[in-house]
């Protein structure tokens, strides 16, 4: 069975750090492109970046570039989204999906607050 | 970036009834484009890829059809567990980029 567990959530100040994790379990992980979406409360879906199955190509939304980072760890078949210099409007549940959107896991709130 | 509209933005509806929801690129995707179920406090469902193909176990009471920039969700007929909200995400070019949102509501 497939399985995407986010973890790394939190309460962090604005201009704070967080790093998410997503276990993968379930398929071939390094075989999968994989992607983290995010939804501020009451909001729609918004797209944040991908990564390739090897890891050497890699995108942002302009709204995140040059403070979050994608990296993923076949070995351990795990992917994660550096986030720093976080702000008010980062608030949000993030998840992750694999390849075209087939399997999400159930996200992780992000919560940045003074 | 490609500009993804949805309408409309909310729709009430009786058990039984078609539902339509519309999407239109801002610039042509081809058939790059798929359909999310997403229920509160849930992880969006992927429902229909590739404008028209549908997900492994979904009902096929779910349809999308369309291509270039104006595409469909069709729901044949709609049962309890289909109130919810639908989203259109085109993949055709970074930055993937999702509809507003449709929330199909109970009449």
């Known amino acids: 069975e497939v399985q995407l567990v986010e973890s790394g959530g939190g309460l962090v100040q604005p201009g704070g750090s967080l790093r998410l994790s997503c276990a993968a379990s379930?398929?071939?992980?390094?075989?999968?492109?994989m992607n983290w979406v995010r939804q501020a409360p009451g909001k729609g879906l918004e797209w944040v970046s991908y990564i390739s199955s090897s890891g050497s190509t890699i995108y942002y939304a302009d709204s995140v570039k040059g403070r979050f980072t994608i990296s993923r760890d076949n070995a351990k078949n795990s992917l994660y989204l550096q986030m720093n210099s976080l702000r008010a409007e980062d608030t949000a549940v993030y998840y992750c999906g694999r390849d075209y959107g087939d399997y999400w896991g159930q996200g992780t709130l992000v919560t940045v607050s003074s | 970036d490609i500009q993804m509209t949805q309408s409309p933005s909310s729709v009430s509806a009786s058990v039984g009834d078609r539902v339509t929801i519309t999407c239109r690129a801002s610039q042509g995707i081809s058939s790059w484009l798929a359909w999310y179920q997403q229920k509160p406090g849930k992880a969006p469902k992927l429902l229909i890829y590739?404008?028209?193909s549908l997900q492994s176990g979904v009902p096929s009471r779910f349809s999308g059809s369309g291509s270039g920039t104006d595409f469909t969700l069709t729901i044949s007929s709609l049962q309890p567990e289909d109130f919810a909200t639908y989203y259109c995400q085109q993949a055709n070019s970074f930055p993937l980029t999702f509809g507003q949102g449709t929330k199909v509501e109970i009449k």
């Open positions: 379930g398929f071939t992980f390094s075989s999968y492109e």
């Open positions: 590739a404008a028209s």
